[in-house]
């Protein structure tokens, strides 16, 4: 089990961890638009108006990131990876047992402040190269916001099986949130 630093730190310093990742990075924004996505499809009758505008303005996010990636990726001379799906490691242990909007919600969120503390790490580092540097100090408020609204929209509900997939996921990332 690695800390966000020093799985940063693994990575950054080696070029083909480091390329193989950004390469992840691509799929993982357009994944989590995927997800969203399903959301609104299972969940769209639990859901209000603000809730469904919170969502897509999320959704829209997180393609930007996709975008900024797939920049990054061909300004590296990278190919994005082709095969990535979004229930891989982390999510396969989420997933199942997300039943309803605020599951969803709860596991959303969750999600986010893992992200967050590699997003911070990376945003942090004065010596990671320039463009991923620039690019995650860029999406950094975004997900930050990502996390109140899913936070907000999740309430006061809390799902014990989905914090335990959570810490599930984690464990197949070989994270530790320190």
Excluded: C
Excluded at 87 to 107: C, G, H, I
Aim: glycine letters at 4%; hydrophobic letters at 40%; proline letters at 2%.
């Amino acid at each position: 089990m690695k800390t966000s630093q020093k799985w940063w730190e693994e990575t950054k310093n080696d070029e083909a961890k480091l390329n193989r990742w950004l390469q992840r990075q691509y799929v993982g924004e357009f994944a989590a638009v995927n997800l969203l996505s399903e959301i609104l499809l299972r969940f769209g009758s639990e859901m209000t108006h603000r809730d469904r505008h919170n969502v897509f303005r999320v959704m829209t996010q997180e393609a930007l990131h996709g975008s900024w990636m797939s920049e990054l990726l061909t300004n590296r001379d990278l190919q994005p990876e082709t095969d990535g799906v979004a229930t891989q490691r982390y999510w396969a242990e989420v997933l199942p047992n997300v039943n309803s909007f605020k599951d969803a919600m709860q596991a959303a969120m969750q999600a986010e402040s893992m992200r967050l503390h590699r997003i911070r790490a990376i945003a942090a580092d004065e010596e990671a190269p320039e463009d991923i540097r620039r690019i995650f100090k860029a999406i950094l408020p975004h997900e930050e916001w990502h996390e109140r609204v899913f936070g907000e929209m999740k309430g006061d509900h809390y799902n014990e099986t989905i914090a335990n997939d959570h810490e599930k996921g984690l464990g197949a990332l070989s994270l530790v949130l320190a």
